[in-house]
Structure formats: C-alpha cells, structure tokens
Nanobody
C-alpha cells in the first residue's frame, strides 16, 4: 500500500519559517514528480511546488517564488518544502502528492500543476500563519 504522510505543519507568526516533510512508504521517490498543493476552504486548490526526483528539476508558483524551497532526500525517501517569510495568505492545508514520471520530467518548463495529474495523495497538514 502506498502512503504519503505529511508532517511539519503548525502555527507560525508572519515572517517565520516552517519545513514540511512528505515521507513515502510503498514506493521509492526515485523517479517521481512530487508536488505540493495547498487549499483554503472556499478557494481553488493551488499547486505550490514540484520536484522531479529523477532530474532534480523544480517548479514554483509565482506566489511562493523566492520564499519556498523544495528538496528531496533519497536516503530518507522524503521530500521537503522549506517555507520562509511566511504570510497570512500562506495559511492552508498543504498536501503532498506524487506522479509517476512518464516519458518526460513533469516539473519542467511551463507545466501547470494539476491535482488530477497525480497518482498518489497524502491527507494534508495544516499551516496557519497568524500573529
């Protein structure tokens, strides 16, 4: 059984940092596109960042560029999302998802990150940015 388990969410003040982790079991993140989405109730789900573990290529939403950093650790079979300079608008449930790479690396160019493109989904972790 494949499981993606997110951790690291919580309450942080504006300007602070958090690091989210996505640990996989049942698969190895050797050749996957691992993508973080976030969602606020009543709003559209947003693709935040993506890493193609086979190539190391990454993508970021404009709203988080320069503040968030995605990385992977193959030894731990874990992908991280380092979130810095957090804003109240970053408050959301963050979901880790994964897509099997087929033909081309997903996290490149002008790829639009879509929930429906993913093959596996975690249950989410809540991030609250508030003073």
């Amino acid at each position: 059984e494949v499981q993606l388990v997110e951790s690291g969410g919580g309450l942080v003040q504006p300007g602070g940092s958090l690091r989210l982790s996505c640990a996989a079991s049942g698969i190895t993140f050797d050749d996957f596109a691992v993508t973080w989405f976030r969602q606020v109730p009543g709003k559209e789900r947003e693709g935040v960042s993506c890493i193609s573990t086979g190539s190391g290529s990454t993508l970021y939403a404009d709203s988080v560029k320069g503040r968030f950093l995605i990385s992977s650790d193959s030894a731990k079979n874990t992908v991280y999302l380092q979130m810095n300079s957090l804003k109240p608008d970053d408050t959301a449930v963050y979901y880790c998802t994964a897509r099997v790479e087929v033909l081309n690396y997903y996290c490149e160019g002008n790829q639009v990150l879509r929930w429906s493109h993913m093959d596996y989904w975690g249950n989410g972790t809540l991030v609250t940015v508030s003073s």
